[in-house]
């Protein structure tokens, strides 16, 4: 199956009359650290731009403090959230005691959780419905760490197979980045995503859907935890908003990884409209 357009237009949440930042959803982000900050601020802008309740960040006082003079709506420290956005501009080499007990809070939350970059070893640990974003470097690691051997140059043969093989041994929805990506959902269920202006090959990039993800899981909580199978439907529609917003940011030339996430608004009004 391929994901389409009209899908995705389909998975955005419109705000009503009725609506207000905590009924949107509200978006928990554990992301960034003291080497990797900007990973920080590429999601949290992200997911504002494409549509949230809120953004509740948790993270070093460097992170904080340059996620909020980017993005002032973004608020600080623990409460309540809908979902979660974990490990984005994260090493688990150097992952330390308290950022452990906070991510591993987060997982066992029960919330619909993204898990990034950083936090993908941790991914056995979530209690409720959870995608993983990994690239295929980091999804081989995901896959020795279940005792399966590959390498990358099999993911990149054969990618479908690789992300179910992995959905399927890790219990989690997979979304496989890179020229082609892929989705595969708990049951194995291949979701294919039309491919994206190979200018998105950009540092960051990869954080900027992730905060496009959590914006979207955040605001379909409850129909996630209603019916978990909806999250593979999200993590597609998450890679056709990508696509489609780095595709308008081009215009056939070069992009950073701000752009995709500022294109976001437009990118979202366009598909409401067709
Ligand atoms: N501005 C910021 O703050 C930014 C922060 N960032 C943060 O940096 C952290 C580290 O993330 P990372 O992806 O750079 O490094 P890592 O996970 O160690 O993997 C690298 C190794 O994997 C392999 N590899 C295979 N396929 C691959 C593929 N398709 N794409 C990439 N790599 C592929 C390849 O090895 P090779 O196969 O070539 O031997 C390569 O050497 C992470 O937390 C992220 O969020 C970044 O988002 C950038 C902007
Ligand atoms: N050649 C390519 N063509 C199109 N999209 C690509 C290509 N290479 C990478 N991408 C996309 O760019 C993003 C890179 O994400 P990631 O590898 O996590 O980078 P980063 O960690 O720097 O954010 C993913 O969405 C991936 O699908």
Redesign the pocket.
């Known amino acids: 199956m391929t994901w389409t357009e009209a899908d995705t237009a389909a998975r955005i949440a419109v705000p009503d009359a009725f609506a207000d930042k905590h009924r949107r959803g509200v978006l928990g982000a554990i992301?960034?650290?003291e080497?990797?900050?900007?990973?920080?601020?590429?999601g949290v802008e992200a997911a504002h731009r494409t549509g949230v309740g809120m953004v509740r960040l948790i993270a070093p006082r460097r992170v904080e403090d340059l996620v909020l003079a980017r993005r002032p709506e973004a608020v600080t420290g623990e409460g309540r959230v809908e979902a979660w956005l974990i490990?984005?501009?994260?090493?688990a080499r150097l992952r330390t005691a308290t950022l452990t007990a906070t991510l591993e809070a987060a997982l066992g939350s029960g919330a619909p959780i993204v898990i990034?970059?950083?936090a993908l070893d941790l991914a056995a640990d979530a209690a409720g419905a959870a995608v993983v974003t990994p690239?295929?470097?980091?999804l081989?690691?995901m896959l020795r760490q279940a005792g399966i051997e590959t390498?990358?140059e099999a993911?990149?043969h054969s990618p479908g197979h690789w992300a179910r093989t992995a959905a399927e041994a890790c219990g989690v929805v997979v979304l496989l980045?890179?020229a082609e990506t892929i989705v595969a959902a708990v049951d194995g269920t291949l979701i294919a995503v039309p491919p994206a202006t190979h200018w998105l090959?950009t540092?960051?990039?990869?954080?900027v859907l992730?905060g496009i993800l959590g914006a979207l899981v955040a605001t379909h909580a409850g129909e996630v935890h209603a019916d978990p199978s909806r999250l593979a439907e999200l993590a597609a529609s998450a890679a056709v908003v990508h696509g489609l917003a780095a595709e308008r940011a081009s215009g056939g030339g070069p992009i950073a990884?701000l752009d995709v996430a500022e294109a976001l608004p437009a990118t979202i009004a366009a598909l409401l409209e067709r």
């Open positions: 992301t960034g650290s080497r990797y900050p900007g990973a920080a601020v590429l490990g984005s501009g994260q090493d990034d970059a950083g690239h295929h470097g980091e081989v690691r390498d990358t993911v990149r980045k890179g090959a540092a960051g990039s990869g954080d992730a990884a």
